[in-house]
């Protein structure tokens, strides 16, 4: 089974992380020596961490190596033979619900198994997005999984083979596995439209995500072809966390004419919407969730769900890796993971 490396400050740049016993090329260690105005050997003991190198000596070494951006992983390229037996993930958050789900299913994965999987987070921001992908292909993975963040993308050009999971990214051809978000949120509004509802609440997270605009057109398609205004009161897509969601939730229940009906279309803003109806005795609305989450179900009543199932798409996401590793020539593919809406009772509620 694989493991998973969870990376912390080595892998954003603020220490190098170097381990013990470390053997890289000479000639790339001579130019660190030697721009630190150090012996190799002294260099090298830097590098495996000799308790008896001075302390300013080792600061200057190890300050030598992140300014020319060497780390053991880059050094060490020249004598390693084959491919390294990682293969790196790096995703928005592995705090939330669906990624860390995606981020399991990954590591269980068949085509993984003795594989080490290195995991890390962009919170969303592009600048640390670009930081931690290219320290990931210092180490030589395998391949690498990447939930982008929104932006263009043209500057990841790699040889690494490369997997897009849960969205596409502007500049970048690489094959996509996720889902058909616009499809799958206007079945939502379409099941909400069929128990009596006409006034239909949207609550989702960033703006600028390719899955949420995709899920918000959805939104507006579906309730353009029922003959329904989209109130904008009613739309509350700039969420990123459950806080502002579970706010929008109370603003919405504060109007003069509130809907009858809410779509949560992120799991982190169902973490705040679900709560906040709870807490404020308004469980006769009815909720229609955009993936399932914990309680979800022993709830009462119990939360009808857009199963998008993580799980699902990380493993299809691990096994399009393998293939593009083992096949690096194969033509790039947008594949779609099925998905499915589950009734458990706060989607089938009337007006």
Known sequence: MAQSDRLGSAIDGTNLGFGAGVVVDKSILRDVAEAAGVSLRTASRVLNEDPKVAVDTRAR??????????????????????????????????????FSAMVEAVERAPSNSGKSVLVASTHGDAARERDVVEQMLSRRVSGMLLAPTAG?????????????????????????????????????????????????????????????????????????????????????????DPSSAAEATRNLLSTNAPPTALLSAAT????????????????????????????????????????????????????????????????????????RLIPRGSGELRP
């Open 152 to 240: 263009d993308h043209s500057w990841l050009r790699t040889d690494t083979p490369l997997v897009l999971v849960d969205r596409a990214a502007p500049g970048l051809d690489a094959d996509v596995v996720g889902i058909d978000d616009e499809a799958a949120t206007a079945d939502a509004v379409d099941h909400l439209v069929e128990h009596g509802h006409r006034r239909i609440a949207y609550v989702s997270d960033h703006p600028l995500v390719p899955t949420s605009r995709a899920r918000l057109a959805g939104y507006r398609r579906a309730m353009t072809a029922h003959g329904l205004d989209v109130d904008p009161p009613l739309v509350h897509a700039e969420c990123p």
């Open 61 to 98: 070494v190890q300050q030598v190596m992140r300014d020319l951006k060497y780390t053991p992983d880059s050094m060490a390229r020249s004598l390693r033979a084959g491919t390294d037996t990682a293969v790196a993930m790096v995703v928005e958050s592995i705090a939330d619900p669906f």
């Open 268 to 339: 982190r803003c169902s973490l705040g919407v679900v709560p906040t109806l709870h807490a404020l005795g308004r469980t006769d609305m009815a909720l229609v969730c955009f993936g399932d989450f914990a309680m979800a179900d022993l709830l009462q009543p119990g939360i009808t769900v857009v199963d998008h199932s993580a799980e699902a798409v990380g493993a299809a996401a691990a096994n399009r890796l393998a293939e593009r590793i083992a096949h690096p020539g194969i033509p790039v593919s947008r594949l779609h993971v099925p998905v």
